[in-house]
């Protein structure tokens, strides 16, 4: 039983740092790598850094592009930037309550989770961009005037993205064969509503509790939270919890030591562009090692370029504490998600909740 249990230790260490094998195209991560950077580039060159960093946020959206049809592929990425789009405007209007905040992103993470499964889009990243610019959004600085401005922003960065991965499919479909499509699991609808209902819960909290600890950017606890709630199984949420500390550590520690050697706004502007490229081509092979760099890169595109070489170690002490806040919240919800009691008790609580409603009528 020892050796057993041992063995299997050993197995779950080594699929900590195991490369794995990946069919994703060399020049994919390239594409994200650009829809992130160039609107950076752009917001330097124009003396606008912030707007530059809202549409490189929202290129993100890009990472949806994921069918073997070009039709398939557009009408996913306009959809999903609408979507953004949507979620993003909701959250600055709601931003101006940390209680009201919470109650809208749970409700919204509640409502993302269980239209993408009924729309088979349960693939990653799933519902986690949708989430993620909704909580920057939350956690901006309250100004009505300034709503349409940053609306603008961001729906410059989808046009981008969908303009450049129309030109992308164009030249790389026809050259590839079509790669089989992914099939989705069926679950029962009263399971999909109980882990919607979780993950809204899980998520709102997360973000209150950021809040009540007046925490500097309190959209780092949510954005990690769903990142960890990202696996599938209570195994796969505690490693990727893991892989999220580890990397995230020695992220930091990459992070603090570049932003002592004070680099200048291109630099980390050219730097975003390496950044996705690397992250792309890691997240399907290592999501731990892949952490690391998505650390620094989310270091430089959420904080401003005065925090950035102002203070670097009390910026990089922050991130650590909202990090490892949000990981543990996230790994609590995952266990919540994937416990098979909980999931039985809730969805047999539901089906006798619809046969009582049913006779009444």
Same mark, same amino acid.
């Not at 249990?5 to 794995?20: D, G």
């Not at 599938?232 to 570049?258: D, N």
């Not at 089906?351 to 006779?359: N, P, Y």
């Given at each position: 039983?020892?050796y057993?249990?041992?063995?299997?230790q050993?197995f779950m260490? /080594?699929?900590?740092?195991e490369? $794995?094998?990946s069919?994703?195209?060399?020049d994919?991560p390239?594409?994200?790598g650009?829809?992130v950077?160039?609107p950076?580039?752009?917001?330097y060159?124009t !003396?606008?850094?912030?707007?530059g960093?809202?549409?490189?946020?929202?290129?993100?959206? =890009?990472?949806?592009l994921?069918?073997s049809?070009v039709?398939v592929?557009m009408?996913?990425?306009?959809?999903c930037?609408f !979507?953004?789009?949507?979620s993003f405007?909701?959250?600055?209007l709601c931003?101006f309550?940390p209680f009201v905040a919470s109650a809208?992103?749970?409700?919204?993470a509640?409502?993302?989770?269980?239209?993408?499964y009924?729309l088979k889009?349960?693939?990653p990243?799933?519902?986690?961009f949708f989430?993620?610019?909704?909580s920057?959004? *939350?956690?901006?600085?309250?100004?009505?005037?300034?709503? &349409?401005e940053?609306i603008?922003?961001?729906?410059i960065?989808?046009?981008?993205?969908?303009t450049?991965?129309l030109?992308?499919?164009?030249?790389t479909l026809s050259?590839? $064969?079509?790669?089989?499509e992914?099939?989705?699991?069926?679950?029962n609808?009263?399971?999909?509503?109980?882990?919607s209902?979780?993950f809204g819960?899980?998520?709102?909290?997360?973000?209150?509790v950021a809040q009540?600890? /007046?925490?500097?950017?309190p959209?780092?606890? &949510?954005t990690t939270c769903?990142?960890?709630m990202? %696996?599938v199984?209570?195994?796969?949420v505690w490693?990727?919890?893991?892989?999220?500390?580890?990397?995230?550590?020695?992220? *930091?520690?990459?992070?603090w030591g570049?932003l002592?050697l004070?680099p @200048?706004l291109?630099?980390?502007?050219?730097g975003i562009?390496?950044?996705q +490229?690397?992250v792309?081509?890691l997240?399907?092979?290592?999501?731990?090692?892949?952490? =690391?760099?998505? @650390?620094?890169l989310?270091?430089?595109?959420?904080?401003?370029g005065a925090?950035?070489?102002?203070n670097?170690?009390e910026?990089?002490t922050?991130?650590l504490?909202d990090?490892?806040?949000?990981?543990? =919240?996230?790994?609590f919800? %995952?266990?919540?998600?994937y416990?098979?009691?909980?999931?039985?008790?809730? +969805?047999?609580?539901m089906? /006798?909740t619809? =046969?009582?409603? +049913?006779?009444?009528r």
């Amino acid at each position: 039983m020892d050796y057993r249990k041992s063995e299997r230790q050993f197995f779950m260490v /080594k699929e900590l740092f195991e490369i $794995k094998k990946s069919d994703r195209r060399w020049d994919f991560p390239v594409l994200a790598g650009l829809c992130v950077g160039i609107p950076m580039l752009a917001g330097y060159l124009t !003396g606008n850094l912030p707007g530059g960093k809202l549409a490189s946020m929202a290129g993100l959206v =890009i990472l949806y592009l994921q069918s073997s049809s070009v039709v398939v592929r557009m009408i996913t990425l306009m959809s999903c930037s609408f !979507g953004i789009l949507v979620s993003f405007s909701l959250g600055l209007l709601c931003g101006f309550n940390p209680f009201v905040a919470s109650a809208f992103l749970g409700v919204l993470a509640f409502t993302v989770h269980l239209v993408l499964y009924y729309l088979k889009m349960t693939r990653p990243p799933g519902n986690f961009f949708f989430i993620m610019v909704a909580s920057v959004a *939350l956690c901006m600085p309250y100004d009505v005037r300034l709503i &349409p401005e940053k609306i603008g922003y961001v729906a410059i960065g989808t046009m981008l993205s969908c303009t450049l991965g129309l030109v992308y499919s164009i030249l790389t479909l026809s050259k590839t $064969k079509s790669a089989a499509e992914v099939i989705s699991v069926d679950k029962n609808k009263y399971v999909n509503f109980v882990e919607s209902v979780t993950f809204g819960l899980t998520v709102g909290l997360s973000l209150l509790v950021a809040q009540l600890l /007046k925490l500097q950017n309190p959209y780092w606890v &949510p954005t990690t939270c769903m990142a960890v709630m990202q %696996g599938v199984s209570t195994r796969h949420v505690w490693q990727r919890s893991l892989q999220r500390v580890i990397g995230t550590l020695l992220g *930091l520690g990459l992070a603090w030591g570049i932003l002592l050697l004070k680099p @200048t706004l291109l630099v980390m502007a050219l730097g975003i562009i390496v950044l996705q +490229t690397v992250v792309e081509w890691l997240v399907v092979r290592n999501y731990g090692i892949a952490v =690391i760099f998505i @650390t620094i890169l989310t270091i430089f595109l959420a904080e401003s370029g005065a925090s950035l070489t102002a203070n670097p170690t009390e910026l990089i002490t922050a991130r650590l504490l909202d990090i490892v806040l949000g990981s543990l =919240i996230g790994a609590f919800g %995952g266990w919540m998600l994937y416990n098979e009691r909980l999931q039985d008790v809730a +969805t047999r609580q539901m089906r /006798k909740t619809k =046969i009582a409603l +049913t006779k009444r009528r």
